[in-house]
């Protein structure tokens, strides 16, 4: 994926086919690496783990959508419309798929008390390349529907 997926941003956007301003924040969680133990074996011929360890941002809690405020609901879309933009379906969009946080990752556990919600896109497992915008189109459509956004778009 692009680095700007990753990336803290501070600010708002316009993510068509929305209307209103959103906040722009990392779209997917932090991938801070793999953990693998130097020796494997710990002094034995067979390995002791069965692979190597994801290391990521831990993103909070599935969203429940009939929960969310309307700013809620289009951000979290966005979300998915910025996945879209940079070229790339997502093929398992749902509520299961979005987590969010209270405050930034990036914020001292004080400050998350005061903050907004933070949301993450994950589950990237059927995602590809896109080659078409009618499957672009299909999967904004629910994403639209789920977050009951279509009477907003």
């Not at 993510?15 to 690496?33: I, T």
């Not at 133990?37 to 009939?66: F, K």
């Not at 966005?78 to 979005?98: P, Q, T, V, Y």
Request: charged share 20%.
């Amino acid at each position: 994926f692009p680095d700007h997926f990753f990336e803290h941003w501070n600010g708002y956007n316009v993510m068509p086919p929305l209307h209103d301003p959103v906040p722009v924040g990392a779209l997917c969680p932090q991938f801070y690496g793999y953990y693998t133990p130097d020796d494997p074996t710990d002094g034995t011929n067979h390995p002791n783990y069965l692979s190597p360890i994801l290391l990521l941002e831990c993103c909070g809690e599935e969203i429940n959508p009939d929960e969310l405020c309307i700013d809620d609901k289009q951000e979290c879309a966005s979300l998915l419309f910025r996945f879209h933009h940079a070229g790339w379906l997502h093929e398992s969009f749902a509520a299961r798929n979005i987590l969010w946080q209270q405050g930034k990752p990036t914020e001292w556990p004080i400050q998350r008390a005061f903050s907004t919600k933070s949301f993450r896109l994950i589950d990237f497992g059927r995602s590809r390349k896109m080659d078409s915008s009618l499957t672009r189109a299909s999967e904004e459509d629910t994403a639209l529907r789920l977050l009951h956004l279509l009477h907003h778009a």
